[in-house]
Every structure is written in C-alpha cells, then in structure tokens.
C-alpha cells in the first residue's frame, strides 16, 4: 500500500522510514544513502532526520546495552 503522504519524500527520508521499520534507523541508513549524503557527515543526516521525528513518523531513542 502507497501512503500519499509518502510518495513526497526524498530517497533520504525513504531510507530512514525504511530503516525505522526494520528497527535500525541510524546505522542501517548509511547502506541506502546515496552520495554526498554517505560520504558526508553524520550531521548532515540531521535535516533529513529531524522533520520525520518532528511529524512522528519516527522516534528515536537512545539504546542502553
């Protein structure tokens, strides 16, 4: 099923809801990056990122061993 929201993302932001699904969000993301994006910094993934959690399509948190 195609959710019309979703056919506006970018190939950035897909590849975060991808991985959100599948549970590994920040460090799964970086096999589906495309350039500059996978050779740039991890702070450049902030912009992309941020906009997702702030509609709540994702959450993040932080994972204690």
Do not use: H, K
Not at 12 to 28: H, K, Q, S, V
């Amino acid at each position: 099923m195609i959710y019309p929201a979703t056919d506006q993302l970018s190939s950035a932001e897909r590849a975060f809801m991808i991985n959100a699904t599948e549970i590994d969000i920040l460090p799964g993301v970086w096999g589906d990056l495309a350039e500059p994006l996978v050779s740039g910094p991890a702070s450049a993934l902030v912009p992309i990122l941020l906009p997702l959690v702030d509609r709540g399509w994702i959450e993040v948190c932080r994972l204690v061993p």
